[in-house]
């Protein structure tokens, strides 16, 4: 995709590596790269956030960019409108609230919010010894707004698979709201997409 040789490739992957922004798994003949640290992925999706657009050359990439662009993964959380949406509903809605502290990089969780995520099935446990964010925000790319990480982030994205309000296509980010997933976040949110 970056249409780069092989080689160049190798070489930017070890200088990245020696840098300390990726880790490397090496299995066999193949080795996996993967970003070092929660706080790499967050600088670059800042990064993100200020970069240009990347210029469009086929139809095929205007149609990938606009998928990413509606609904996709950000790891291992909802982004795009699907995601700053939810986040906003969930804001609106007084689920969450911002913290008084305007450095903060982390949503609260209201009361009324605990009782609602409990009764759309989501409950919130963290492993004993995490270090996790419960409810980060997390700056979009494509929205230049926040969507939600951490704990909650990752909890409601697998929640809205099991209710199959939400389909990933196979070996993309790119997300697929079902007729259901639409009918649904309106119903419970007020999400129009």
């Known amino acids: 995709m970056a249409g780069v040789s092989p080689q160049t490739a190798s070489n930017h992957l070890a200088k990245l590596v020696a840098g300390g922004l990726l880790q490397v798994e090496q299995q066999g003949r193949h080795r996996y790269y993967r970003l070092a640290s929660q706080e790499i992925a967050d600088l670059i999706e800042k990064m993100a956030s200020i970069a ?4 469009i050359r086929s139809l095929k990439q205007s149609s990938q960019l606009q998928q990413l662009s509606h609904a996709r993964t950000c790891y291992d959380h909802l982004a795009g409108k699907l995601g700053t949406s939810l986040c906003e509903a969930l804001l609106e809605s007084g689920y969450l609230v911002e913290p008084n502290e305007p450095q903060s990089k982390d949503y609260l969780i209201t009361e009324k919010g605990s009782q609602w995520l409990s009764s759309f099935g989501i409950k919130l446990q963290s492993k004993p010894g995490s270090r996790r964010a419960i409810a980060r925000k997390c700056l979009d790319w494509s929205e230049r707004r926040h969507h939600l990480s951490g704990l909650l982030g990752e909890q409601l994205f697998h929640r809205l698979l099991e209710l199959n309000w ?8 790119s997300i697929e709201v079902t007729e259901a997933g639409k009918s649904g976040l309106y119903e419970v949110l007020e999400i129009s997409l």
């Open 166 to 173: 939400i389909r990933q296509k196979p070996g993309s980010r």
């Open 52 to 55: 240009p657009p990347a210029q």
